[in-house]
């Protein structure tokens, strides 16, 4: 039993050995910006719809002012991608979006 925890221990360690790599690019790529470019979704209410006065509000747009205050100590550190359910893993994977 030990020894099958211990290597399912090291196979998950090794697996996310990549993964933190390029969360590591990714990370120092959004501290050199200085902001984080948040993709947010448009098709649904609650998630991120912008006012009257294009303030964003939902969700993930909450989500992303999170993150903002985590690295930069600062919610208003971050701009938003408004992109459709097609258009998020394609604008995350060119890096056109940060989250």
Not at 52 to 70: E, N
Request: aromatic share 8%; glycine share 10%.
């Amino acid at each position: 039993m030990k020894t099958t925890l211990c290597a399912a221990v090291l196979a998950a360690t090794v697996a996310a050995i990549p993964g933190s790599a390029l969360a590591g690019q990714t990370l120092d790529s959004i501290k050199q910006k200085g902001f984080i470019q948040c993709g947010v979704n448009t098709g649904l209410s609650g998630f991120g719809n912008p006012d009257s006065a294009g303030k964003w509000t939902g969700l993930d747009v909450d989500f992303c002012r999170a993150a903002a205050v985590a690295l930069f100590n600062d919610p208003e550190k971050v701009k938003f991608t408004p992109l459709s359910a097609q258009q998020r893993f394609p604008a995350l994977q060119s890096g056109e979006v940060d989250i």
